[in-house]
């Protein structure tokens, strides 16, 4: 007998589908299924609620984009604040950063730092980093609660259907700008342009009126639907090209896959249908 | 009763899928079978031997690219020849362009075309345009024997299996070179670095021997494998960001829903796999 398993992110018109080797790990946590499975051409894969995450072989693009702009264009990011990012990848890149003196992880959901430490070796691999505070709870209340300042603050979410949907809403962002020292940067993925569209336009809406800097950046994300995923940019006071110190990537030895100088800007080269969609 | 009926684009290890509301038209032509589909949120959809080639709603991420950069970067592209092409597309982003004088469009398969005239009017819409001479003849033999020299000449190919596969040889390169003016710019289809990296690698590998400029652009394509998609500039003479006069796009009267200035730099924006791959 042969078994020709697919695993599928199926949404109304468009599936996207790996082909899969073995199911590694399934829990139903108190939050949400949480599915590891081994695929035939991605390295081990991540689902929550049906939603491909990551996998090894791509999340490389994600992470670099959550991660690395915004702690290039910081002057120095010492203090950092993860929200979710349960899988270790954002960690991973954040503490490449040789400033970072100090970075908070709120997850919900210990069961998928579990999954992580057990299935994904090099993403789970800082979580034992001294640097590295990780707390199990709700990132909106924590930010919420918190007379922390950060430098930087990386919404590293699932999305705004299930356990995330708080980390999309204003009050959210509010206290988010609260947290943050009066230099400092937030990060959010916000889905795609092609995709959910209507919540794209809003979130750059209701954060502009937020911060004096809000704006998307569009990158390759080829396990996202579409391959085309976007990111927000929210700052108090560094704009994202015009205050970039390119040296200070040149300077750098971290090596990364995705991003380099010209991929920067490139993130913020939107098509026109993106400029039409946020009404630049 | 009810049918839900998809459409999956299926590789060894991944498969897209989108929802099929009808079969238009499905017919084994002399070269290869070619479907069109209404689908349920793409608008109609043409597939090739299995193999998604557009969706109304995202072609114009391909197509921009595929004409656009190259067209503004050269000074007077008056006389431009497209191979393949047989949906249209790229027939009407050429003609969009005031300076040109006459385009040949050398299609294999005329059921491609009789498909698009039927099923694709916003592609088709240039056929009948008197600048416009198709002819149904093969590619490969065409630059072989013409004695035409071209400003630019547009590659929009299916892929490197099937009909298309001589179109990816050194030879078409060559003599596809010769049916250049000194100044003339090749744009061609060359997959995903994502996909068939060994192909994206050697093509480049292969061009850089016969143009003295022979560079990828990485575009979006939420139709194609991963979202990312690569093309070739082969340029005689021009530089794709060096000659790039801004100024011939601000005063284009051209309407694009992807393709801008920004974009124009993006596309040459190479993530650090990508340069690893062509060794830059």
Known sequence: MKIDSWIFEAHDDMKHGYKVKDILYH???KYQEVVVLETEGYGKALYLDG???LTEKHEFFYHDVIVHPAMFVHKNPEY???IGGGDGGSLREVLKHKEVKKVDMVEIDEKVVEASKKFFPTLSVEFDNPKANIMFDDGIKFVKETNNKYDIIIVDSSDPIGPAEGLFNEDFYRNAYKSLKEDGIIVSQVES???YEKFFKAHFEMNRKIFPIAMPMIGFEPDYPYGMWG???LSRKYHPLNDFNEDKVINSDIKTRYYNIEVHKALFAYPNFVRDLIGE
Chains 1, 2 share one sequence.
């Open 231 to 233: 990111y927000s940019f």
């Open 80 to 82: 950092v604040l993860i």
């Open 51 to 53: 939603l491909l995450m």
């Open 27 to 29: 829990q139903q946590s």
């Open 193 to 195: 342009p092609l995709f």
